[in-house]
Structures are given as structure tokens and as C-alpha cells.
């Protein structure tokens, strides 16, 4: 007979990590709302992580799609040896650093020196004063925030996103990426070392005294497409309910102002709801091998 989880005598970790075991649990005995509830809860989080790998929302999307198709294959192999999500992470970090498909920095082996030289290329004297100007220098920056991350090798990439911009301790981060932690802290001092020389030599909202400045880059980045001023990618992005927005995003980065910021400094980007609700059909479909 079911007993009601005594709660009185566990820590908030432990209750949470019990919710999580009976969520799994009616996830792999079938039953789909429980399914649902784990695809709602990793579903915005992996998200994050893949358009932080991949660059371009659409690629995120096919890749969140199949790292959730994944994971829910296999919650029957979980042992609640991490968090529900910091396993999900581990699952989605193995399909990210293993993808075939490069992003253009990747294909053409950008470096970060390289790209620096490029944004110091078409930097207009003045800010830009057109139309929509706050929501396209909003663009810039975060379109050209995630660009930079693609300079970086895959693995200090990710070791950069998990614990400078996700904020996972490097015991959590050296798991999902199944290395020591040590080797990991090694490898995050590597990339932040760059990012930072980078940032420090280039970006204004890093370092005041830098060249470069979003406003000022409005024109060339639509010259060359890197921005659509009718369909911004990243400043309109739907977010998670109750996210930072775009604005908040900023201020927060303005507060902090040191160089992890402003990679973290993006809004709290929601998993497009069309391609979840095709997750959700095709795991009801009957067609997949739903826990075996």
C-alpha cells in the first residue's frame, strides 16, 4: 500500500530528489501525464544548452528534440545518482560534443582573434539612431555573444556554459561531462582565459575602453545578415514562464559587469512550443520505444 512521503524529517534537496523519483517512476510505468510533467521540467533547460552549442534557434530546436527523445528513453536507466536535470544535462552534453553538424564558425575554424579582427571591420563612428534601435543593438549583443562561444573548441565550450553561464559547481559539471574535477576546473580556466582576453580586448560592455559597441555594429551586422531587423532572432525569443526577459537579462549584466556576464546576460529563452507539442505526439504515437 502507498504511504504519503513524510517530508518533516528530510532536507528541501531531499524532498525535491523524492518528487523526482516518483515523477520517473509513473513516467516509466506509462503513465503519460507523468511523461509530460519530465519533458515540461527539462524541456526550457536543454533548450538553453543547445542554443548555446549550436548558435541558431532552428538547430537548437532539432537538437533539443532529439536530447529529449533520449532522455525519455531512457528514465528507466536513472538512478537518481544526480538531479533529475543535471543527468538530462549529461545526456544532452554527450549528443552536443558528438554532433556532426558544425555551426559556419566551427566549419570555417573561426578564432577568436579572427573575429575580433571582423568586428572591428565596418564599425560605424556614431551609435545607430534608426528604427527599433534598443531591440536591434539588444540583437547585436546577443546575437554576437553566442557567435563568440562558437570560437571555442566544443569541450571548453561547454565547460564554459556549464559553469560560467549555468552556474553549476564543478562537482555537478566534471559528472555530466564525466571527468574529474579537477581536469574540469582546468578546462574552464582555459576557456574563460580566452573568452576573457577577448572580451577585455573587444567588447565595450566588458570593458569600457574596448572598440567595439553594439550600437555601433547595427548597420554592418545587417549588412552582411547576421541580424534581420524584421525577424530578430534572439531579442524576441520567447521565454520561460516567469524568465528574465531581454531587459532584465541587461540590467542584471549592468549590475554585475564582469566578463561571465555577459555571456550570461541572455533572457530565459522558452523550447519553441510547436516543436514540443510534436515531442509530445510523437511519444504518444505509439511509434516509439518508449521505455523499454
Not at 28 to 47: C, F, K, N
Request: charged share 25%.
Amino acid at each position: 500500500m502507498d504511504t504519503e512521503l513524510d517530508t518533516d524529517s528530510l532536507t528541501p534537496d531531499e524532498v525535491a530528489l523524492a518528487e523526482e523519483r516518483g515523477l520517473v517512476t509513473r513516467a516509466v510505468a506509462g503513465e503519460s501525464a507523468a511523461i509530460s510533467d519530465v519533458v515540461r521540467q527539462l524541456q526550457d533547460p536543454l533548450y538553453r544548452l543547445a542554443l548555446r552549442m549550436v548558435w541558431r534557434p532552428a538547430e537548437a530546436e532539432d537538437a533539443t528534440q532529439e536530447i529529449l527523445l533520449r532522455v525519455v528513453g531512457n528514465l528507466s536507466t536513472w538512478r537518481a545518482e544526480a538531479k533529475l536535470l543535471t543527468w538530462a544535462y549529461r545526456i544532452g552534453v554527450n549528443y552536443l560534443l558528438n554532433l556532426r553538424r558544425q555551426t559556419p564558425q566551427e566549419a570555417a575554424q573561426l578564432s577568436l582573434d579572427t573575429f575580433r579582427e571582423g568586428l572591428a571591420d565596418g564599425l560605424a563612428a556614431e551609435d545607430y539612431r534608426g528604427p527599433e534601435s534598443a531591440l536591434l543593438s539588444a540583437e547585436v549583443r546577443l546575437n554576437c555573444s553566442q557567435a563568440m562561444l562558437q570560437c571555442l573548441a566544443r569541450d571548453e565550450r561547454i565547460a564554459f556554459v556549464l559553469g560560467e553561464v549555468f552556474e553549476l559547481s564543478s562537482t555537478d559539471a566534471a559528472w555530466i561531462l564525466d571527468i574529474t574535477a579537477p581536469a574540469y576546473r582546468k578546462r574552464l580556466e582555459r576557456a574563460k582565459k580566452r573568452i576573457g582576453t577577448f572580451l577585455d580586448a573587444t567588447c565595450g560592455v566588458a570593458n569600457p575602453e574596448a572598440f567595439c559597441r553594439c550600437s555601433r555594429r547595427v548597420n554592418k551586422a545587417v549588412e552582411l545578415g547576421r541580424i534581420d531587423p524584421r525577424r530578430p532572432r534572439f531579442a524576441t525569443h520567447s521565454i520561460s514562464v516567469g524568465g528574465r526577459t531581454v531587459t532584465e537579462a541587461e540590467d542584471q549584466m549592468i549590475r554585475l559587469h564582469d566578463v561571465a556576464a555577459v555571456l550570461r546576460a541572455h533572457p530565459d529563452y522558452a523550447a519553441p512550443e510547436a516543436k514540443m507539442q510534436a515531442i509530445s505526439g510523437l511519444l504518444g504515437s505509439g511509434r516509439f520505444p518508449l521505455l523499454d
